[in-house]
Nanobody
Framework: QVQLVESGGGLVQPGGSLRLSCAASGISFSIYTMRWYRQAPGEQREWVAM???????TYADSVKGRFTISRDNAKNTVYLQMNSLKPEDTAVYYC???????????WGQGTQVTVSS
């Protein structure tokens, strides 16, 4: 059974940093493309960052230069380091695991990030 568990969210002041983690189980983690999405209240879920099985990374323009996605295949975990946080980064952040051959997708339950003074 596939399980993705996000952690690391919380309340942080503008300009601060947080590191989100997503621990995966029940999958061959190393072959999955991992993505972070976020959803603000009243908004659609939007893609934030992606890392492939070969650790190629891409980012949404809104977070480029501030967020860094990484993965540790030995720990079956993907991370999102978020620096220079802005109030508009406030959202529930979700982890997504995508199998590139089966074209299947699994989601975590989300972790709340609130950027406020």
């Amino acid at each position: 059974q596939v399980q993705l568990v996000e952690s690391g969210g919380g309340l942080v002041q503008p300009g601060g940093s947080l590191r989100l983690s997503c621990a995966a189980s029940g999958i061959s983690f190393s072959i999955y493309t991992m993505r972070w999405y976020r959803q603000a209240p009243g908004e659609q879920r939007e893609w934030v960052a992606m890392i492939t099985s070969t650790s190629t990374t891409t980012y949404a323009d809104s977070v480029k230069g501030r967020f860094t996605i990484s993965r540790d295949n030995a720990k079956n975990t993907v991370y999102l380091q978020m620096n220079s946080l802005k109030p508009e980064d406030t959202a529930v952040y979700y982890c997504n695991a995508y199998h590139p051959l089966r074209l299947t997708s699994n989601w975590g339950q989300g972790t709340q990030v609130t950027v406020s003074s």
